[in-house]
């Protein structure tokens, strides 16, 4: 098990950006494949974005292609999203998540395991 928390959420203007961290505990992030995902009011939670153990594989929603970037530092237990031009539909709250998988070029995209608390992202239009 690894515990995950995230923070960076806000409220920023439509067009504006921000940047979610995710920190994790324990000493072996290297070997989970990390995700983002998002839930907005009377939604349910969609996939944002994934990335390999490795860092060098990385995959993302079409709603959010071209404009958020998925990246992880292994030397600090941290996955970010960088949400750049951001719109209206993009407020949610917005949860990381991991799942321990044996290979370094793996993207998950259902069936983590754990999970963050969350943190809000707020796009005033």
């Known amino acids: 098990q690894v515990q995950l928390v995230e923070s960076g959420g806000g409220l920023v203007q439509a067009g504006g950006s921000l940047r979610l961290s995710c920190a994790t505990s324990?000493?072996?992030?290297?070997?989970?494949?990390m995700g983002w995902f998002r839930q907005a009011p009377g939604k349910e939670r969609e996939f944002v974005a994934a990335i390999s153990r490795s860092g060098g594989s990385t995959s993302y929603a079409d709603s959010v292609k071209g404009r958020f970037t998925i990246s992880r530092d292994n030397a600090k237990n941290t996955v970010y999203l960088q949400m750049n031009s951001l719109k209206p539909e993009d407020m949610a709250v917005y949860y990381c998540a991991a799942r321990l998988v044996p290979v370094l070029s793996s993207l998950v995209f259902d069936g983590y395991n754990n999970w963050g608390q969350g943190t809000q992202v707020t796009v005033s239009s």
């Open positions: 324990g000493r072996t992030f290297s070997a989970y494949a």
